[in-house]
């Protein structure tokens, strides 16, 4: 059983940037696809993004991409999300998950507790 802790969330202005962290316990981190998902008041969950067991493949939704980062550090076992030039929009709790197999957008298993992120325009 994986236990996931994230960490780092808060209020900031728009345009700053913010890194997310997610430690895990309980299980063997490197063999897990760490994912990344938000989810803002009244809308559903959505997919962030996603990173490989070593590290070497990134999979990332439409409202990442060229300003979100994951990354991994096994040694760690941590997980990092670095969002840059924020917008009031990516106001969500975001929850970090862990699953099996190949990078994908669904099926993970184990979730976080999820970390408030707001900001501010």
């Known amino acids: 059983q994986v236990q996931l802790v994230e960490s780092g969330g808060g209020l900031v202005q728009a345009g700053d940037s913010l890194r997310l962290s997610c430690t895990a316990s309980?299980?063997?981190?490197?063999?897990?696809?760490m994912g990344w998902f938000r989810q803002a008041p009244g809308k559903e969950r959505e997919f962030v993004g996603a990173?490989?067991?070593?590290?070497?493949?990134?999979l990332y939704g439409d409202s990442a991409k060229s300003r979100f980062t994951i990354s991994r550090d096994n040694a760690k076992n941590t997980a990092y999300l670095q969002m840059n030039m924020l917008k009031p929009e990516d106001t969500a709790v975001y929850y970090c998950a862990a699953k099996l197999g190949a990078v994908a957008v669904n099926a993970f298993d184990y979730w976080g507790q999820g970390t408030q992120v707001t900001v501010s325009s």
């Open positions: 990173i490989s067991w070593i590290g070497g493949s990134t």
């Open positions: 309980g299980g063997t981190f490197s063999s897990y696809v």
